[in-house]
T-cell receptor, first 114, second 113 residues
Framework: ETGVTQTPRHLVMGMTNKKSLKCEQH?????MYWYKQSAKKPLELMFV???????ENNSVPSRFSPECPNSSHLFLHLHTLQPEDSALYLC?????????????FGPGTRLTVT | KQEVTQIPAALSVPEGENLVLNCSFT??????LQWFRQDPGKGLTSLLL?????REQTSGRLNASLDKSSGRSTLYIAASQPGDSATYLC????????????FGEGTQLTVNP
């Protein structure tokens, strides 16, 4: 595996379900991100983890709960979601000590909340 | 608050044409600017990264320029091909925003054979 991988690629869940999205980076980076991409809207940054510590949380509802157990893995735990949470969820990583901070993205998880 | 605007929202061209995509941003205190490509339903692929001290970057048929003082960047695609069809996104990182990227809404490009 190379780059940034995400599982599952597609997820359909009811509003009362609990599910988790997983992201893994194979680039040796030390920062990871969750973004939300909704139709006709720019990408929105949700969470940032740097050195496994959450450094940014952009007013995201508590029904989204991130977890970063180590620098290679990032999870997004979902519970009691709303239909408007249907979107493409993208994970990214970067090496924060490296000038440039270029972010590399995974393929995304397409989430549909019914 | 940094705002990023991309014009046009959609563009359709015949194969072989040279084209320019535009990105403008309101806060010129940026660290860098990144151009991405996104295929339908897929993640983002980084194309070019321009540091604030640079004027342009080139990769193959792609050339990105940056004019920080006027808050503009352009992505030039030479000799376009049907495989270039995708949505192109620009994103800026401010000096004061840590690792946060602010994205534009993208330009949807279609190159017709």
């Amino acid at each position: 595996e190379t780059g940034v991988t995400q599982t599952p690629r597609h997820l359909v869940m009811g509003m009362t379900n609990k599910k988790s999205l997983k992201c893994e980076q194979h680039l040796g980076h030390n920062a990871m991100y969750w973004y939300k991409q909704s139709a006709k809207k720019p990408l929105e940054l949700m969470f940032v983890y740097s050195l496994e510590e959450r450094v940014e949380n952009n007013s995201v509802p508590s029904r989204f709960s991130p977890e970063c157990p180590n620098s290679s893995h990032l999870f997004l735990h979902l519970h009691t979601l709303q239909p408007e949470d249907s979107a493409l969820y993208l994970c990214a990583s970067s090496q924060e000590s490296q000038r440039g901070y270029e972010q590399y993205f995974g393929p995304g998880t397409r989430l549909t909340v019914t | 608050k940094q705002e990023v605007t991309q014009i046009p929202a959609a563009l359709s061209v015949p194969e072989g044409e040279n084209l320019v995509l535009n990105c403008s941003f309101t806060d010129s205190a940026i660290y860098n600017l990144q151009w991405f490509r996104q295929d339908p339903g897929k993640g983002l692929t980084s194309l070019l990264l321009i540091q604030s001290s640079q004027r342009e970057q080139t990769s193959g048929r792609l050339n990105a320029s940056l004019d920080k003082s006027s808050g503009r960047s352009t992505l030039y695609i030479a000799a376009s091909q049907p495989g270039d069809s995708a949505t192109y996104l620009c994103a800026v990182r401010l000096l004061t925003s840590g690792s946060r990227l602010t994205f534009g809404e993208g330009t949807q490009l279609t190159v017709n054979p």
